[in-house]
């Protein structure tokens, strides 16, 4: 199990990234919309954005490959999405009334993670920041949220506290149990030790406290709005959709797991169909070396002269033997040959000077003697105490006339020649003996090394200390590991009889690419199922504010004051201002007092609507008429023409005092922030009354200024031309 769920490491960080992405998105809504009576909850939100990033860089490192500034870069982004995790509990804490210290308190804990790793490294810096950030920041938001939820009704209460023990526990997974480090207690409870104990790893449990957070969060994000909006027509409909959600988000994350896994599978079939592969021509090449070596042997072995030579024969028998010897040798290609009495004693070598230069007057110690003297047959790589060099010996026992072992004859060949001919294979090949040793590699730095911990002493290093090796541990199988802490696919294929093993291995590179198209899948059919949810949301929210607005509507359709003013905005309607428009004509008429018209139109409001909703548009709306309320005279007369346009009556201003008072609007106007709309402008058309003006046309006049400011690139205040130049242009507003 442990060995399957670190295979998944990459769908784990996907998962446990993504899950944080959507805390994030929901407290920041929340946020946004004043919901919940909760405060500060921004930071919250911040610190799960970042936090997931974070650990999408994790999956980054793990497929694209890690190193010294990524891994920093990765430590920056964890340790800053904490950072807003403490600045949320200490903010939360003090407005329960805890005296806790400034922000200055940052610069000494992050001067504390620095000079960790100046000491002890990267992954002492990882410990010490998740140790005062990371435990200190859940556990101190977890006591806050629990400590608000108090504040709350009996359904968002409960959600909170759930909320807030999970997070405590979440800060003991994330902020105790962290990356190995060279002092206590990450030397001791570290995620190595954790998977050791349980089987899982810690990201895995990770993942799933970040999901049950977000799961949390998300019904209180639904509660808030079932609150808000106040319909239970909206409240089922919302408790429907949760569930639906969250079953669609497991549904989607099972299968796209079981994809991944697939792909993944598939790319291992092809990996080890290519080892395998490998591994038979390399077996067979060494496997044809050592069979010339071991039929010459077992020939040898099989000479009627032997029994005479070691059952104390003449000189003559000694020289056929040494002819048949040195034969053997040269056929074979083997270094030397020796033929050895039952105790040990050399009594014929193919070249005497060996028996001399080895120093070894008899080789009953060494283990191929002991074992042919057994009667068994022995092949096996070693290496020369005297020379050093790296050889493939053989040796068989000689009978005599009655069965009984009387002797042994051994072969020994260089493996130089041999090795030189397969430095030209791609992957790293390793031919160890029985002890573990590398007798032949394309990799000449590891020959004469061992590739795992021995359990006496690494031949490297020499007695008493135990170097860093190649893997973890001894490879007796093919098997999916990590080579010099890189994942790879090591294929062990034992030979020559298991006196020695033939390793192949091969570095991971594109299984985690082959499972990242999984994983991308899996996102995007997560976004467009979040997205349809969403937009289903929004739409039933709008429709029943909708439905909710015009029973408002309805309801003042039969009142008085609805016959004389816009429901929307309170403003006076259109045929209040005709009337008032009428009467101000015939007081100009009567004492000449000057006054203006002013049309006020929204630029590309329609774009608005399309956008944003028309519920956005009328809230719109309302914020602009608010502003033009507060910026005319009580003398002035102000209504809403009709649907994204307003009219102003300006009593006592000339043409000059109206373009003036237009282009103060136009500036307030467009320095205003609309919600989530942004920033919008108007377009402005002026018109001074003059003398034989009835309402038709100054309201022409007008509306063709207006209509040159939308020609004339919006956003502006344009005046209208005289009555005679100016009709010409009448045309309906785009």
């Known amino acids: 199990m442990a060995s399957f769920l670190q295979s998944q490491l990459d769908f784990i960080f996907f998962f446990y990234g993504m899950a944080f992405i959507l805390l994030g998105a929901a407290c920041l809504a929340i946020a946004r919309g004043g919901l919940g009576g909760t405060v500060d909850i921004w930071l919250f939100g911040t610190f799960a954005l970042i936090h997931g990033l974070a650990e999408w860089l994790d999956l980054g490192a793990l497929i694209l490959g890690d190193s010294a500034p990524f891994e920093a870069l990765r430590l920056a982004v964890m340790t800053a999405s904490y950072l807003f995790l403490v600045e949320y509990a200490r903010r939360g804490a003090i407005r329960l009334g805890y005296k806790l210290p400034d922000t200055w308190i940052y610069l000494s804990i992050i001067g504390l993670i620095v000079g960790a790793g100046m000491l002890g490294g990267l992954s002492a810096s990882n410990a010490v920041a998740r140790y005062s950030l990371g435990f200190v920041g859940a556990i101190g938001a977890s006591l806050v949220v629990a400590q608000r939820a108090l504040l709350h009704p009996p359904v968002s209460r409960r959600l909170l506290t759930l909320l807030a023990m999970v997070l405590a526990i979440y800060g003991v997974a994330a902020g105790i149990i962290v990356s190995p480090a060279p002092f206590w207690p ?193 092949r096996r790589f070693e290496r020369d105490p005297t020379t050093g060099m790296r050889t493939y010996g053989s040796s068989m026992p000689v009978r005599g006339a009655d069965g009984r072992v009387i002797g042994v004859v051994v072969l020994k060949k260089s493996l130089e020649r041999l090795e030189t001919s397969l430095l030209s294979f791609d992957q790293a090949f390793y031919f160890v003996n029985a002890d573990g040793v590398v007798m032949l590699s394309n990799r000449t730095e590891m020959l004469r090394s061992t590739l795992w ?60 690419p082959t499972r990242f198209l999984g994983i991308v899948i899996t996102l995007q059919f997560s976004i467009m199922a979040l997205f349809y949810f969403y937009g289903r949301e929004h739409g039933i929210r709008d429709s029943i504010q909708a439905e909710k607005s015009l029973e408002l509507q309805e309801l003042a359709r039969g009142l008085r004051l609805q016959a004389t003013t816009d429901p929307l905005t309170g403003m006076f309607n259109r045929r209040v201002f005709n009337e008032g428009l009428d009467a101000q004509i015939v007081r100009f008429n009567r004492h000449q007092t000057p006054f203006s018209l002013l049309m006020c139109d929204v630029d590309h409001f329609k774009e608005v609507n399309d956008v944003h909703g028309h519920l956005m548009g009328d809230r719109v709306l309302v914020r602009l008429s608010k502003i033009l309320s507060r910026s005319v005279r009580q003398s002035d007369f102000l209504a809403r023409w009709g649907g994204e346009e307003f009219s102003i009556l300006l009593v006592g201003a000339d043409e000059d005092a109206a373009v003036r008072f237009a282009e103060k609007l136009r500036t307030t106007i467009a320095s205003t922030g609309f919600d989530e709309v942004g920033r919008l402008t108007c377009s402005f058309g002026v018109a001074e009354c003059v003398l034989g003006d009835v309402p038709e046309v100054l309201l022409a006049r007008v509306d063709n200024a207006l209509y040159r400011a939308k020609m004339n690139g919006r956003n502006r205040v344009e005046a209208a031309r005289p009555p005679l130049a100016d009709a010409p242009e009448l045309a309906p507003i785009a």
């Not at 570290?190 to 990770?206: A, K, M, S």
């Not at 993944?264 to 591994?279: F, I, P, Q, T």
């Open 186 to 378: 990450a030397n001791v409870l570290n995620r190595d030790g954790f998977i050791e104990l349980t089987g899982i790893p810690i990201q895995l449990v990770r993942g799933l406290l970040a999901c049950a957070l977000t799961a949390l969060c998300w019904a209180f994000w639904s509660q808030a709005l079932v609150d808000t909006v106040a319909s239970a027509r909206y409240t089922a409909y919302l408790r429907r959709q949760f569930i639906w959600t969250m079953v669609a988000m497991v549904v989607i994350l099972a299968c796209g797991w079981v994809l991944t896994s697939r792909l993944g599978s598939s790319y291992k079939h092809n990996l080890e169909a290519e080892a395998r592969g490998d591994a038979e021509l390399l077996v067979n090449r060494v496997a044809s070396e050592a069979a010339v070596l071991d039929a010459m042997v077992k020939s040898l072995a099989a000479s009627p002269a032997l029994p005479v030579l070691l059952g104390g024969g003449g000189s003559g028998t000694e020289q056929r033997v040494l002819e048949a010897l040195q034969l053997d040798v040269e056929a074979a290609g083997a270094l030397f040959g020796l033929v050895l009495d039952p105790s040990g004693a050399v009594i014929a070598s193919s070249d005497r000077r060996e028996a001399v230069d080895r120093g070894l007057p008899s080789e009953a110690a060494e283990a191929y003697f002991q074992n042919s003297m057994a009667g068994l047959a022995d």
């Open 453 to 512: 911990p021995r359990p006496a002493h690494d031949l490297r290093s020499g007695p008493g200390r135990q170097a860093k090796t190649m893997m973890p541990r001894e490879i007796v199988e093919s098997v999916w590991t990590t080579a010099d802490g890189v994942p790879a696919y090591v294929l062990c294929r034992p030979g020559g009889e298991g006196e020695w093993s033939l390793l192949i291995v091969f570095p991971v590179t594109g299984i985690f």
